[in-house]
């Protein structure tokens, strides 16, 4: 399994039990979010490359983005920022990539919260920013240096 697969796993289990969301963690939503879907976090994986030619390791530096998703209400920043607690929080502990355990996440920051959708379900968003350094092989995107 891909690095990048194996990370979306990792976090997507460490954020399933957050009593603020029950469960509604999504990775590749294609569906339009429905009301009994919020509050929830929408998670993607980015990741820039840099290879050490001489040795042929790669630098790989994983992007986690965790949306966190609620229903508009007068006080939406601070259930944004609630949800934003649990998920800092879980992101804390070390995870076990490729076999690897102790792989620490770094909180980069998060975007201001907005506003998404019309008309009857408008909601709020936030949106986490968390990395990762690892190290691969170059033709070994499964396997941890």
């Known amino acids: 399994m ?29 569906y339009a979010l429905q009301a009994a879907d919020t509050p929830c976090l929408l998670l993607s994986v980015s990741e820039a490359v840099d290879l050490d030619g001489l040795t042929g390791v790669q630098r790989r530096t994983l ?3 965790v949306e966190a998703l609620a229903k508009v209400n007068h006080g939406l920043s601070d259930t944004l920022d609630d949800i934003g607690v649990e998920v800092e929080e879980a992101l804390a502990a070390p995870i ?7 792989n620490l996440l770094t909180y980069t920051g998060a975007d201001a919260p907005t506003l998404a959708g019309e008309g009857e379900r408008p909601v709020g968003s936030l949106v986490m920013n968390f990395e990762l350094l690892v190290f691969t092989q170059a033709g ?5 240096l």
């Open 63 to 65: 992007g986690v983005s």
């Open 96 to 102: 076990t990539l490729g076999g690897k355990p102790g």
């Open 140 to 144: 070994a995107p499964e396997a941890l």
């Open 2 to 30: 891909h690095i990048r697969a194996a990370l979306r796993q990792a976090v997507r289990s460490a954020l399933m039990g957050l009593p603020s969301i029950a469960g509604n963690v999504f990775v590749d939503r294609v």
